[in-house]
């Protein structure tokens, strides 16, 4: 079975082997089999893969000419083992049924190269290649939250520090004694600095989800204000304090006063950020189009007031939830070659051959032309019905796999334990041909390996999940993240877009984000103004007649 496109690589796969175990207690001989997984990858030209099918068929036959009896028995035994001593949950009991279908030479697993020696271009860039656009990109990522972090911790200590420096002993500052008033103030003042710091964490300690091209005006304007209004309290308090503390005596309530008055500054400041960056786009005022070429899949949205630049990443956000994952080889169907009847009709007379064309029928190009609308909703047609088809077999194949499978303890007789894995792999090629050919025909070869396949079947048989679980991530194949080589750290998109991306999106901006092949557009219209009035209903004029006819059954 070859899980990669136009299936150029061979391997030996699965192999079914027979053995006799000798029990010493009964005198039973079962034959029970081992499947071994042999991972093979080799690249070579269409003639030589038209010759390994030609052998595979041979063999198939031949092996089907001698060979009477398929069925394979239960696992089963007395072999004592060093695993029998542990968690009997953990452990299942295969039985394999028979199978119509030899395995020995249709499974293959593939790599992503041809040799084992080779190394791609992602492990090249793993290894450190482009490190120096890898700390550029790191640094745009992280310089504008690292600023913000600084100025963040210097207004938070500043009160502390305005509090803290009169009662050092080393500036030998003239500071009255607090009193109980004072101290009133000073335990208002930690638990004002206690909850802005968790509002803080809670609302703005995260990791940067995107770096835009351009500032982020609202986040700037607030570190704005913050270095103003903490450097506005620092002069103050080095002119009217601390030029009086060196002369005269200053009451310490005052201070503890003037530094508790920073820290409700900073409340303010904290709850004007909240409502700038997280609540103000939260109320709808626009209805979004996004649309992905070349496929043509759209979603709608209704989104808030944003900047273009952040438009953009809640959009993103949008599409990695909502849209399926981008599959080009679904753009070309499987097409089946269509007999068409020639037009010209040759006749013989007196012994000379002549062609007539037909004045009746048109001519080829302007059939095709006619009849290509017909050919492609056949072609759909043809190719749903084949899918539909390959599913049902699929979702067969699964439920017969895991009817074979129970759990250790459940079982009465002698039975050699397995853990998961080692019972998804004596199971996996019941089923293995069945999800072949549906990866095949819906054209998802390249999205899962055998090994992916493997895990997320031991998975299932861990937890005790259904069939229909373990298919759900190769039947249903939205969102985009549900394709395992969309999870990495980092997507990387660029924007287009004709006006300055800080601005605010407004009624007809358009904007489009693309990726490689794939492109997303994404159009902005106003929501309407709903107008709703209020109508009474006259409960004399809501009454009503029955009217009776013959022909009716009232």
């Not at 001698?66 to 949950?89: A, C, F, L, W, Y």
């Not at 080889?329 to 499987?334: E, F, K, Q, S």
């Not at 068409?340 to 062609?355: A, E, M, P």
């Not at 074979?404 to 050699?416: M, N, V």
Request: aromatic residues 10%.
């Amino acid at each position: 079975m070859s899980f990669w496109p136009g299936d150029n690589f061979v391997g030996s796969g699965i192999q079914l082997q027979t053995y006799r175990v000798a029990t010493e207690n009964e005198s039973i001989k079962s034959r029970y089999s081992v499947y071994s997984t042999r991972f093979s990858c080799s690249q070579g030209h269409m003639a030589a893969a038209f010759k390994n099918s030609d052998h595979r068929s041979r063999l198939r036959r031949s092996h089907r000419s001698k060979s009477t009896d398929h069925s394979v028995p239960v696992i089963s035994g007395n072999k004592t083992s060093e695993r029998m001593g542990q968690t009997s949950e953990d452990f299942f009991e295969v039985q394999i049924l028979s199978q119509n279908q030899n395995w020995g030479d249709n499974t293959t697993a593939v790599t992503g190269n041809s040799s084992v020696h080779s190394i791609s271009m992602e492990n090249l860039y793993k290894l450190g290649g482009d490190s120096d656009e890898r700390w550029i990109f790191k640094c745009q990522m992280w310089i504008g939250s690292f600023v913000a972090i600084i100025l963040s911790i210097f207004a938070f200590i500043s009160p502390l520090i305005m509090v803290v420096l009169p009662k050092l002993d080393v500036l030998e500052w003239k500071v009255q004694k607090c009193g109980p008033e004072c101290d009133g103030l000073l335990i208002s003042f930690a638990f004002k600095l206690l909850i802005l710091l968790c509002g803080t964490w809670a609302v703005f300690f995260r990791h940067p989800k995107a770096t835009m091209p351009r500032i982020f005006i609202f986040r700037a304007l607030v570190l704005v204000l913050l270095v103003v209004i903490t450097f506005s309290y620092w002069l103050f308090y080095s002119v009217r304090i601390v030029e009086k503390l060196k002369n005269e005596q200053v009451s310490y309530q005052s201070i503890v006063l003037f530094a508790l008055s920073l820290v409700d500054a900073l409340l303010f400041i904290h709850y004007l950020a909240v409502i700038l960056i997280e609540i103000r786009h939260l109320q709808p005022l626009y209805f979004v189009k996004v649309i992905r070429s070349p496929d043509g899949e759209s979603h709608c949205y209704n989104m808030g007031q944003l900047s273009i630049q952040r438009a953009a990443v809640w959009v993103l956000e949008k599409y990695y939830q909502d849209f399926s994952p981008y599959n080009p080889y679904l753009d070309t169907l499987p097409k089946k070659s269509h007999k068409r009847n020639s037009s010209i009709k040759f006749s013989t007379v007196n012994g000379v051959t002549k062609s007539v064309q037909s004045p009746t029928l048109p001519s080829d190009h302007g059939r095709r032309r006619d009849t290509s609308h017909n050919e492609r909703f056949y072609e759909e047609c043809e190719y749903e019905r084949r899918v539909k088809k390959r599913k049902a077999r699929l979702i067969t194949a699964a439920e017969e796999a895991f009817r074979h499978i129970k759990r250790l303890h459940e079982e009465s007789g002698p039975a050699i334990p397995m853990d998961s894995t080692e019972a998804a792999k004596a199971i996996f090629p019941s089923m293995a041909r069945a999800l072949q050919k549906y990866l095949r025909i819906t054209r998802q070869q390249p999205h899962h390996s055998i090994q992916a396949i493997l895990e997320n079947l031991a998975l299932c048989l861990s937890y005790d999940l259904s069939p229909r679980t373990f298919l759900e991530k190769y039947i249903t194949v939205s969102p985009v993240l549900q394709n395992d080589k969309e999870h990495t750290s980092m997507q990387k998109w660029a924007l287009v877009c004709d006006t300055l991306l800080s601005r605010a999106v407004e009624p007809g901006c358009i904007f489009i984000l693309r990726q490689n092949d794939v492109s997303v557009l994404v159009i902005v219209h106003q929501l309407p103004h709903f107008s709703i009035t209020e109508e009474i209903i006259d409960s004399k004029t809501n009454k009503f007649a029955l009217r009776l006819n013959s022909e009716t059954s009232v």
